[in-house]
């Protein structure tokens, strides 16, 4: 096996996966430690080292709020179990699982971008374990970044000493040098470099997303997979809708931050240690934030973002390339909340306008027809309007590689169903790291995503053999069939197209988008 792997910095020595026929390299350096002057600053070269780097264990996750302190919180009880886990400013590494035996072998590379809407996450969640990807044939990597006031903060005295580069979203730019480390050493762990996927979900799908739409990312992958983040912007509540500051807004929230840190200048800001940094962070997000995520997330910067996301997909300008987008079914549900007749036409006054009878007449369409409460009509997946109205406009523009999925099936141990992030424990197959009692039909679907999405990474087509060596169910195209693939109690395409009221909301959200663009 290969245990013992020259990159460009030094020696490297992994150590065997549970699998002893992968091994795993955790806690590579691929940039030099974002502290000090380097703070608020693009990554920088990872520094040589003498000898042999035992990369036997993950490095400290980014500064943020401690992974599992509430033990009641929902993920304290799913992965976050671990509240003495090392955090540290010094974050910047990557972590490799390779089933490679030599360094030629050119096998297709998955790079793995962990969630947590920019504020939080970290590569060393249990369910990130890339050792069942890896015994498919995939080199599979995951790779840290700096989230929250770490990672996407901006202030006018940070753009003055830098005039020509990048200015802010220094969380994209780990994560960008993260998939350049990788282009340039990969092949030394039986990688190839001319075949990248690069995937994440929620903050990590925005993030691939981002990179799908960077001018300075172009030609740095060859697929990708976005999961959970919507894709175009949200169909959302009033006044919840998501619009991203440019450079301008955010430095201005920068100077406001320096204010209230009571500081003068940058230099004294990157004097004060990071806890203390991220406790006022904390601080003034609850004073001051008008987003639940708080102040410091993706901008506009005119550089590494040059445009919102939403606007190059509209206009067709993004890197044309195989990918997949989808989402869960149980999350990001809005809607009325209530079953009184005149509270729900209240709620689709406000939220549709002048089209509200139109959405309340198909809502009761719906309602009969399913036979549910015009409640439950009426609540929507936003995430599920977005990813159609996506596919859709992406097909429009000539993409003919779009898969689409719902992931949904029966998730056992509590009444949260489908919720958001429940999909990572099956495209991993990590369910046995899992405290739920899953059962055979669990272990089947997770068996197949895993063949999915590595037969993706693998030819840019999800499609392929299952365990016993018969076809997975066919996973069509958006181009060729508009639905999604159906991750449920079994696989399989759906067989109905979108409802009246779905495709209400598609053209509705069309309309928004217009107007915003």
């Known amino acids: 096996m290969l245990r013992r792997v020259t990159v460009e910095s030094g020696i490297l020595q992994g150590i065997p996966a549970a699998d002893p026929r992968i091994t795993a390299f955790k806690g590579v350096p691929f940039a030099a430690p974002p502290t000090g002057e380097n703070r608020w600053r693009p990554p920088q070269p990872a520094k040589n080292w003498e000898g042999i780097r035992k990369c036997f264990e993950f490095a400290p996750i980014s500064v943020q709020e401690i992974p599992g302190e509430d033990p009641e919180a929902f993920y304290s009880k799913e992965w976050h179990v671990d509240s003495q886990i090392p955090m540290s400013e010094d974050c910047l590494y990557l972590n490799i699982w390779t089933p490679a035996k030599t360094g ?39 790779v840290n970044y700096r989230v929250n006031v770490f990672g996407f903060f901006a202030h006018p005295e940070i753009t003055a000493k830098d005039p020509d580069g990048v200015h802010c979203n220094w969380g994209f730019l780990d994560q960008k040098a993260g998939i350049d480390w990788v282009h340039r050493n990969i092949a030394n762990f039986g990688g190839n470099p001319d075949n990248i996927t690069i995937f994440g979900q929620s903050g990590g799908g925005r993030s691939v997303l981002c990179h799908m739409t960077s001018p300075m990312a172009e030609g740095s992958f060859h697929r990708a997979i976005a999961q959970s983040c919507g894709a175009v912007r949200v169909l959302a509540p009033k006044g919840q809708e998501r619009i991203y500051p440019n450079l301008e807004k955010a430095e201005a929230t920068g100077v406001r931050f320096f204010d209230f840190l009571g500081v003068r200048n940058l230099a004294e800001a990157r004097a004060i240690d990071a806890s203390t940094l991220f406790d006022k962070q904390l601080e003034f997000n609850r004073k001051t934030a008008t987003s639940p995520l708080g102040n410091f997330g993706l901008t506009i910067d005119g550089k590494y973002i040059a445009e919102d996301p939403s606007d190059v997909f509209l206009a067709g300008k993004h890197h044309k390339i195989p990918y997949i987008v989808g989402l869960t079914r149980d999350e990001f549900h809005i809607g009325p909340g209530t079953d009184e007749v005149n509270a729900i036409e209240e709620w689709a006054k406000i939220n549709f306008s002048d089209e509200a009878d139109t959405f309340m007449a198909l809502a009761c369409k719906k309602a009969k027809s399913d036979g549910i409460s015009v409640c439950e009509a009426a609540t929507i997946n936003a995430f599920d309007v977005s990813v ?130």
């Not at 793995?112 to 044939?137: K, P, S």
């Not at 899992?434 to 037969?455: E, I, S, V």
Request: proline share 6%; with cysteine.
């Open 104 to 142: 030629t072998e050119k096998l297709p590379v998955m790079l793995w971008i962990f969630g947590g809407g920019l504020q939080c996450g970290y590569t060393a969640e249990m369910e990130f374990d890339g050792e069942r990807m890896a015994r498919r044939g995939i080199v599979l990597v995951s």
């Open 388 to 517: 159609r109205t996506f596919c859709r406009i992406s097909t429009e523009r000539g993409d003919k590689n779009i898969y689409f999925y719902h992931f949904g099936p029966e998730i056992p141990g509590d009444n949260a169903g489908a919720f958001h992030s429940s999909d990572l424990w099956f495209e991993f197959e990590t369910l046995a790291k899992c405290w739920r009692p899953f059962k055979g039909k669990h272990y089947d679907l997770a068996r197949q995503m895993c063949n999915y999405w590595t037969n993706f990474a693998r030819s840019g087509n999800p499609n392929g053999m299952d365990a016993d060596g018969k076809p997975m169910p066919e996973w069509k195209p958006y181009s060729e069939a508009p639905r999604a693939m159906e991750f449920f109690e079994i696989s399989g395409m759906e067989t109905q197209d979108p409802d009246d009221l779905t495709n209400f909301l598609m053209e509705y959200n069309l309309k928004l988008l217009s107007k915003i663009t």
